[in-house]
């Protein structure tokens, strides 16, 4: 009798905890991209979700480097070049949109490795494996894949020949969502994202490459003179 009593208890303690950790876990509902193209397809992945994050992203990123030309390759560059030398201020990129979606993204435990001193980006995971099966550049994939296979895989040996190749990113959505993951999403760890202020002024359309105009002289006061 004590022992049915003991396996009822360890049952309902068990179906409890379930409960729980279904209650804890937040679902993603506020879909602002839903009419893009999927970004890829791993498994059991969240597809949704993982494009969300990666057309999030994009937005983020272009909207602050390159507002008026809307470059989005070039915005890809700018951002890896300072996510490596550690020069990237998220507050000053990031929408509050892309924060929602890292809210979520952030609870599957199998992407994410925060203490394996190289990146929070789990290298092993499940979806990283699925991108490095799916990188169109062959040259890149083999890099991709030496790296990873050999435990060499660091966001600055990856990052200089994949920033070679930037232009690629806008059509190779699985290496998009790898810079997405690498360069940003992981960085927000490592910041208190409550402190995010994001009514940000919008971005200046000053085009800086262009040379001011030459001043022309004044002839009605040459004419006085």
């Not at 303690?13 to 602002?32: G, H, I, R």
């Not at 560059?77 to 507050?91: A, C, D, G, P, Y």
């Not at 994001?198 to 262009?210: H, M, T, V, Y």
């Not at 022309?216 to 006085?224: D, F, G, I, K, R």
Request: aromatic share 10%; proline share 3%.
């Amino acid at each position: 009798m004590k022992t049915q009593f003991f396996k009822l208890l360890l049952i309902t303690m068990a179906m409890s905890l379930a409960s729980c950790k279904t209650e804890n876990k937040v679902e993603f509902t506020d879909f602002k991209y839903a009419d893009k193209p999927d970004a890829m397809t791993c498994g059991d992945m969240d597809t949704k979700l993982l494009r969300e994050a990666l057309y999030s992203f994009e937005d983020d990123i272009v909207n602050h480097y390159d507002a008026q030309n809307r470059n989005t390759s070039r915005a890809y560059t700018r951002l890896i070049t300072e996510s490596i030398i550690n020069r990237l201020r998220i507050e000053d990129v990031i929408s509050e949109h892309t924060v929602k979606v890292f809210e979520v993204l952030k609870q599957d435990k199998d992407l994410w490795s925060l203490n394996n001193g190289k990146s929070n980006l789990n290298y092993n995971s499940q979806l990283v494996n699925c991108i490095a099966d799916n990188i169109r550049n062959e040259r890149l994939k083999s890099t991709f894949n030496a790296l990873q296979q050999t435990n060499s895989l660091t966001p600055k040996l990856i990052g200089e020949p994949i920033k070679s190749s930037s232009v690629q990113l806008i059509n190779d959505k699985y290496l998009a969502t790898f810079v997405a993951l690498q360069y940003y999403y992981s960085k927000l760890f490592d910041v208190d994202l409550s402190t995010i202020h994001f009514d940000k002024p919008e971005a200046s359309n000053i085009d800086f490459n262009k040379r001011p105009a030459a001043t022309q002289p004044n002839t009605q006061n040459n004419s006085n003179n």
